[in-house]
């Protein structure tokens, strides 16, 4: 299934067991469709919602719906969060919230779980070829872990010259073999191919480590790496630093040239309500 969306770390899409939604995911997008095939192969009702987002629309389409397994981006837990929702009372049915597209932060995975009851799951997942990786039911949540590969899949954490390596160490998540969800080339860019697929391994552009227990922690994409002064920092872990701040609302870091380090982090910061910066 041809795509040109290898920038992204996951789309928004919608899977479950007994139905399930999605905003921004139209019919069109590869990601959300191949999630359609999978939930629909084990009998599952499919919910896809391809409106622009809106906290209010999309809590009565899982209303009226009764959905009982959501997958959508951070940014929409948040929006819904927002608006004040009573979740569970909402949505009496529901059994499991999933989160892609973005890095799910720590600060809004406790606040479902203290506000509302219901346990954020991260999972990582890419047009290129559907979901990698997840947290599962049984598993615990621990911020910043994706949880483990996804069944019939073997990932790894490999280094630039395409070896494996130790639990512990930093490298890119890469997808060995040829798995049916892998597409199979990206329409009219034979480089943009050659170089996400080389010698086996299906190449993601996350960077991740792979925990003693076999867990996959995400760290960032390969091509947002900050390094200043020879140190490589990945904008997640600032963000998730700045962002646990009770004033900070949102935080986005990113590289700022300096004529001594090659660059240094600058961090945005949008402040909380009531919140007065100085």
């Keep these: ?35 359609a095939s999978r939930s629909w192969s084990v009998g599952a009702g499919v919910v896809i ?65 203290d506000g509302a009851g219901i346990t954020l799951r991260d999972g990582l997942t890419q047009a290129e070829c559907g979901p990698l990786a997840g947290t599962l039911p049984r598993m615990p949540v621990r911020p910043g872990v994706l949880g483990v590969a996804a069944p019939g899949h073997d990932v790894s954490v490999i280094d630039a010259s395409g070896y494996v390596v130790e639990a512990g160490e930093e490298g890119e998540l890469a997808l060995l073999g040829r798995p049916p969800t892998l597409f199979t080339e990206y329409l009219g860019a034979p480089e943009a191919t050659a170089a996400a697929i080389r010698d086996r391994w299906y ?64 961090a945005f910061v949008t402040l909380a309500p009531g919140a007065a910066p100085g």
């Design 49 to 113: 919602d391809d409106r622009a987002f809106d906290p209010e629309q999309g809590l009565d389409l899982l209303q009226r719906l009764a959905v009982t397994v959501l997958c959508q981006p951070p940014t929409e837990y948040r929006a819904i969060g927002k608006a004040g929702a009573n979740l569970p009372g909402a949505l009496p049915r529901l059994r499991h919230a999933v989160s892609t597209g973005e890095a799910l932060e720590a600060g809004l995975v406790e606040d479902y779980r």
């Design 203 to 266: 190449l993601t552009g996350d960077r991740c480590v792979r925990e003693e227990d076999g867990s996959i922690r995400y760290l960032g994409r390969t091509d947002d790496v900050i390094v200043s002064a020879g140190r490589r920092i990945g904008p997640v872990e600032v963000e998730a630093a700045v962002g646990s701040h009770p004033l900070v609302e949102e935080v986005a870091a990113v590289a700022s040239p300096d004529a001594d380090r090659g660059a240094v982090v600058k």
């Design 1 to 35: 299934c041809p795509t040109n969306s290898s920038s992204e770390r996951g789309r928004n899409e919608a899977t479950g067991s007994a139905a399930a939604t999605s905003s921004d995911a139209g019919s069109d997008d590869p990601g959300s469709t191949g999630s």
